[in-house]
Every structure is written in C-alpha cells, then in structure tokens.
C-alpha cells in the first residue's frame, strides 16, 4: 500500500519509470488494498467486541459504559493500577520503587505547572496518553534534571 500510495502521490515522478499504464494499475491495487484493509479492521472489530467467546453475545460496555472489575484487571490492568492506586503485582524491586517515586515526583512538579497555567481560554486537557515506563522514567530525568534533582 505504500509503494502503490506513493505512485498516485508523485504520479509525473513515477510515470518516467513506469509503463503508461502503470500508474492506473497503482490506483486499481490501492483502492483494492484499501478496501481490504477496511474489511480486516471491520472483522477484528466485529469480532473482538461481539463474537468472542467470552463476551458473547455482546459486549455490553458499548451500551451500559461499564465494566466489571475481573474485566478491567484483566483488559485494562494499567488503568486499573491508576484508579487502585495499587500494583496488581507486588514483586518491584528496590530499584523500580526509586523509579516510580522519580515519576511521581515529575508529574507532581508538571501539576503544579498546569495549576498555575492560565492560557489564553485557560484549556487544559486532564486526559494522558498511554506512555510506557520507559518513556516516563526518560521525561522525568529531562524535566526534573533541569531543577538540579539526582537521577534514581
């Protein structure tokens, strides 16, 4: 899908190296290609949220908003972990209890700048994205390392 997508993009690039009609082929294989990929997302979606055996016949989320708890440890465990406030596993080390104490110190330091935050119609998002440990444990390094603050 990218070749084809990058013909119909650059079609005077590529029709120096292609036959005359190479480019038609290319705008027949990504319409298909698209088509195909649509009907896979269609099925998995289906799928996932109808046929699998264990929410058959429905997954009522959709319709009632909520969840159980088994389910949300199970399907959701980061999001779960946020609103305990617990790990569903106890087994850290000394050395992730440092990290974790480094990550919160950061975002406290990032909510306290969002409080004083008065922008121009004073939005704010109070959503985060899902970030790996890693990618939190680097941010906070960078943020906090500009105050002066030792590394875990």
């Not at 190296?17 to 027949?28: C, T």
């Not at 319409?31 to 649509?38: K, P, Q, R, T, V």
């Not at 708890?69 to 980061?78: C, G, S, Y």
């Amino acid at each position: 899908m990218t070749v084809t997508g990058f013909i119909l993009w650059y079609p005077k690039i590529f029709s120096l190296f292609l036959p005359s009609w190479g480019v038609n082929v290319a705008r027949i294989i990504h319409f298909y290609e698209a088509i195909l990929a649509s009907m896979t997302i269609l099925v998995w979606h289906l799928y996932s949220v109808m046929f699998d055996p264990e929410v058959y016949p429905m997954n009522w989320a959709k319709i009632t908003g909520k969840i159980s708890e088994e389910e949300m440890q199970l399907h959701h465990p980061l999001e779960w972990e946020e609103l305990e406030g617990t790990k569903l596993t106890s087994n850290e080390t000394e050395e992730e209890r440092r990290e974790e104490k480094f990550i919160r110190r950061m975002e406290e330091k990032l909510a306290k700048e969002r409080k004083n935050y008065k922008g121009p119609w004073k939005l704010i998002s109070r959503m985060t994205p899902y970030s790996s440990k890693r990618f939190k444990l680097d941010r906070a390094k960078t943020i906090l390392h500009d105050e002066g603050e030792k590394k875990p």
